[in-house]
């Protein structure tokens, strides 16, 4: 069974014939996948001329290996794993250079080809990474966006006592401060969303509603001053733009994380003033994967309560449209196979 976006906010559901792994593939039997931000763009349209109108979306799983091509080494039948569903050139500047998460010619799997909203996902070997086979595979399914947070936190260069303020407490600011109180950091999240601010300081977060004051002079107030070491941008609003140079203290560093439709005015004076660093951020390398899968294994950061509600794969169209404006919710998992 697989789920197809069909356009126009709507999913059909189609028996498939799986794809066998060729050589050097492998194929999973999904457990679990997690909407994303991404995915919701999809499913609003805006993403049509990309991804087309029948496409299986879906990259943020876990599953079992079920087959695997001619080939492949490193894998074996029955192991849980999740994908990095990155599919790069190799032979570009940026492949060349090292830096293949970011290639000229990237190519997203769930979104330029089919994705994991199918009981069985046939890869690219290279993209899986074996899970500690203790590891719950609904927590697994959180492996992705927590490698987006492990590579946020890595380009902020986080050290221990500094100040971290996260603009925006969805799921990925959310995983941004965790990663970041782990490393040691005061980890400050700014959101407008009471319920997500209660989630937030269930997870012993620091917490500031920018309906109660700017965010700039409300950080500068805790700070005696100085303001955050770091500041993630993670709201793709113009108040959190603003927000992002105003808070940032002296030779402050600040990630972006969102993506912004539009280009925001950015107070470039501020940079200047105070000797800002600005650092993108997107998706995540290797490296970022090994540590999110660490950091759920150790137990050390508690990602369950983000996980707001699990939905069947017939269920998949009502799940997306009761993600629609909703700003309670947190994740939602699809459950796609038979998870544990
Ligand atoms: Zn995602
Ligand atoms: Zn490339």
Redesign the pocket.
């Known amino acids: 069974m697989a789920a197809f976006y069909a356009g126009q906010k709507s999913f059909r559901l189609e028996e498939v014939v799986p794809v066998a792994p060729g050589p050097g593939e492998v194929q999973i039997d999904v457990a679990y996948c997690?909407v994303?931000?991404?995915?919701m763009h999809v499913f609003h349209g805006d993403m049509d001329a990309r991804v087309t109108t029948h496409r299986i979306i879906g990259?943020?799983m876990s599953g079992v290996i079920a087959a695997v091509g001619a080939g492949v080494e490193h894998i074996r039948t029955g192991q849980r794993v999740v994908v990095r569903p990155l599919d790069h050139c190799g032979d570009c500047p940026a492949c060349r250079a090292g830096h293949s998460h970011i290639c000229h010619n990237l190519k997203f799997l769930g979104l330029d080809s089919n994705g994991a909203f199918q009981q069985k996902w046939t890869v690219p070997a290279h993209t899986v990474h074996v899970l500690p086979q203790n590891l719950d595979l609904k927590l697994a399914a959180m492996v992705?966006?927590l490698a987006?947070a492990c590579h946020d936190v890595r380009r902020g260069r986080i050290a221990a006592g500094e100040i971290a303020l996260v603009i925006g407490g969805g799921p990925i600011g959310m995983l941004i401060a965790l990663v970041a109180a782990h490393a040691g950091a005061n980890a400050i999240v700014a959101e407008i969303n009471e319920n997500r601010l209660a989630i937030a300081r269930k997870l012993e977060l620091e917490t500031i509603n920018p309906k109660d004051g700017a965010i700039g002079p409300a950080i500068m107030a805790r700070t005696d001053g100085r303001g955050a070491d770091v500041v993630f941008e993670v709201s793709g609003s113009q108040a959190g733009v603003e927000a992002m140079t105003a808070a940032a203290a002296a030779r402050g560093r600040i990630v972006m994380v969102a993506i912004n439709n539009k280009r925001p005015p950015v107070d470039l004076f501020q940079f200047f003033w105070r000797e800002l660093e600005m650092l993108g951020a997107r998706v995540y390398e290797p490296e970022d994967y090994n540590r999110a899968i660490e950091l759920l294994e150790s137990g050390a950061v508690d990602v369950a309560p983000l996980i707001t509600d699990i939905r069947g794969l017939d269920e998949i169209e009502q799940a997306f449209t009761g993600l629609e404006g909703n700003s309670n919710a947190m994740k939602t998992l699809i459950q796609v196979g038979a998870g544990t």
């Open positions: 997690g994303c931000g991404t995915d990259h943020e992705e966006p987006v």
